[in-house]
């Protein structure tokens, strides 16, 4: 069946640090692959997505390329901020499904 | 700001009331979708609509009644809830269903507690 796998949180960073979170996937065919964020008391917000191989999906300096030799789509970031802070969920949907397949989320918190 | 409406923001009721959840979205998208979210888990899916028809059911309790008026606006109906099902309702919608290029767009939820 289709899934998706994230890194477990709860991820701790300090501002203007580095940030990657690992997210792989199991699906036929070819899926396409979102990166959504959920911050406090909020819905979720599409923050990137990629639709073929090799595609980089970018949005507010985050970055996650579709890789299908891995079966990966990593987000990551140069430097982040304390806004950042927020639940990252990665999600895959099959062309022809209604379904979002999304991993269970990883908490990023950014301290000052 | 987010493109799809959800009210009301918060909703306390009792195991016997009927209440609704409303949800209006003006992108001209022909595919809606009611999601349940626990705390700290991912949205899990409940009902799918295309073209203002019910496409998916997944297995959720009669005591969640779906409606969609129009293209436009999606409602959930709710009644004899129990305590388990407090939790953050999300509405969804996409231009269709299907294209696996069409991201869907949520809503804040309607953060429902059952007493």
């Known amino acids: 069946g289709n899934s998706v796998t994230q890194m477990e949180g709860p991820v701790t960073l300090s501002e203007e640090a580095f940030l990657t979170i690992n997210c792989t996937y199991t699906?036929?065919?070819?899926?396409?692959l979102f990166w959504y964020v959920q911050y406090p008391g909020e819905g979720l917000q599409l923050l990137l997505k990629?639709?073929?191989?090799?595609d980089k999906g970018s949005n507010k300096g985050f970055e996650a390329t579709y890789r299908k030799e891995t079966t990966s789509f990593h987000l990551e970031k140069g430097s982040v901020q304390v806004s950042d802070s927020a639940v990252y969920f990665c999600?895959?949907?099959?062309?022809?499904?209604?379904?979002?397949?999304f991993g269970k989320g990883t908490k990023l918190t950014v301290n000052p | 700001d987010t493109e799809v409406t959800q009210t009301p923001k918060h909703l306390v009721m009792g195991m016997t009331n009927k209440k609704s959840l409303k949800c209006e979205q003006h992108m001209g998208h022909r595919a809606m979708y009611w999601y349940k979210q626990k705390a700290k888990k991912p949205p899990e899916l409940m009902f799918v609509?295309?073209?203002?028809?019910?496409?998916i059911n997944e297995s959720v309790p009669s005591r969640f009644s779906p409606e969609c008026p129009n293209s436009s606006l999606l409602n959930l109906h709710l009644h004899a809830l129990q305590p388990e099902d407090s939790a953050l309702y999300l509405c969804?919608?996409?231009?269709?269903?299907?294209?696996?290029?069409?991201?869907?767009?949520f809503g804040d939820g309607t953060r429902l507690s059952i007493l």
């Open positions: 990629a639709t073929k191989a090799d």
């Open positions: 969804a919608s996409s231009q269709v269903v299907g294209l696996d290029n069409q991201p869907q767009h």
């Open positions: 609509y295309s073209y203002e028809k019910l496409s």
């Open positions: 999600a895959l949907k099959r062309d022809g499904s209604e379904k979002l397949v």
């Open positions: 699906a036929t065919g070819y899926p396409s």
